[in-house]
């Protein structure tokens, strides 16, 4: 089972031919009101992915609770760890270019209120998943991560939006996610050389932080180093549309598969098919796949064996 600690918000989203300059004013769509936030989404794509997903989170006492949680709902994600905490829920304004580049203000609301005593210690056990994000409190993050550790599930942590982690502070995790712009600022954080790719970056990483290390690197797809090995696996070739929610996909496949028994290598085969697919519809969980979406693609794109 998987369980994941983290935000739940409702973005704000608009189209623009351009995104705005410093103080100007661009033409934009109609607005729509999507669920989003990391840890949901994360949680969503799991469940897409096939796993059993628990969400523990928090939104507001608000109109927009509902609408955050409709998408989790209906895709059969556990939501009976969801609290009611303060008067907001968590929102993001997002604007989406031509270009399907984005910039995302994210107002927290109810998740900076969540507290790692809301993920109960009988709630999670060994050979479980939890799955962390940073847009929750992170002291409670970290908390969360040591009562899952200690009752023996695997723990992941994908550090987005990126804020400096220090070295003691992964003490509990097994698995780091990050994209290729992370990867960098983590490994100039701890004083290290980025390296010239994405997989010496990695790999950097995983030496000095003795963890296996994963990076999203767009269209390149993605890549992992573990102490032993390194595995980088390509992307599906889409036409981009909305890259909004592609990295949460990308991690919730990652760790749907991971739970269920796959080995490395293919759980990133999977979830880089996924977070290429989301990418190709507006919207962040209105366009993550299902299994039988993911296994298609992997079946007729020759740069899957």
């Known amino acids: 089972?998987?369980?994941?600690?983290?935000?739940?918000?409702?973005?704000?989203?608009?189209?623009?031919?351009?995104?705005?300059?410093?103080?100007?004013?661009?033409?934009?769509?109609?607005?729509r009101l999507i669920p989003g936030g990391k840890g949901a989404n994360q949680a969503l794509a799991a469940r897409r992915a096939g796993a059993v997903v628990k969400m523990i989170g928090a939104v507001g006492d608000d109109d927009m609770a509902a609408t955050a949680l409709a998408e989790l709902d209906a895709g059969g994600v556990d939501l009976s760890g969801v609290q009611r905490r303060g008067k907001t829920t968590g929102m993001a304004v997002i604007t989406v270019d031509d270009h399907a580049e984005n910039t995302i203000v994210l107002s927290?609301?109810?998740?900076?209120?969540?507290?790692?005593?809301?993920?109960?210690?009988?709630?999670?056990?060994?050979?479980?998943?939890?799955?962390?994000?940073?847009?929750v409190p992170f002291a409670e993050t970290l908390a969360a991560a040591r009562t899952a550790k200690a009752a023996g599930a695997r723990v992941i942590?994908?550090?987005?939006?990126?804020?400096?982690?220090?070295?003691?502070?992964?003490?509990?995790?097994?698995?780091?996610?990050?994209?290729?712009?992370?990867?960098?600022?983590?490994?100039?954080?701890?004083?290290?050389?980025?390296?010239?790719?994405?997989?010496?970056?990695?790999?950097?990483?995983?030496?000095?932080?003795?963890?296996?290390?994963?990076?999203?690197?767009?269209?390149?797809?993605?890549v992992a180093a573990t102490l032993d090995d390194t595995i980088s696996v390509p992307a599906l070739k889409v036409v981009p549309v909305d890259t909004t929610g592609a990295g949460d996909t990308f991690c919730g496949v990652l760790a749907a598969l991971l739970d269920e028994g796959a080995d490395l290598a293919t759980a990133m085969r999977h979830a880089s098919v996924a977070g290429s697919l989301a990418c190709a519809k507006a919207g962040a969980q209105p366009s993550f796949p299902l299994r039988e979406a993911i296994e298609l693609s992997l079946g007729v794109d020759p740069a899957f064996p």
């Open 108 to 135: 927290p609301g109810a998740n900076a209120k969540l507290a790692a005593t809301d993920l109960q210690e009988d709630a999670i056990g060994a050979g479980d998943t939890l799955l962390l994000q940073m847009e």
């Open 157 to 222: 942590l994908s550090i987005a939006p990126f804020l400096p982690v220090e070295r003691e502070a992964f003490a509990d995790i097994d698995m780091i996610l990050v994209n290729e712009t992370e990867a960098g600022d983590l490994a100039r954080h701890l004083g290290l050389n980025p390296g010239s790719t994405g997989a010496e970056t990695v790999a950097k990483l995983a030496r000095e932080l003795k963890r296996t290390v994963i990076a999203t690197l767009g269209a390149d797809g993605a």
């Open 1 to 31: 089972m998987i369980t994941v600690f983290g935000s739940i918000n409702i973005d704000l989203v608009t189209t623009t031919a351009r995104l705005p300059r410093p103080g100007e004013t661009v033409p934009g769509s109609e607005y």
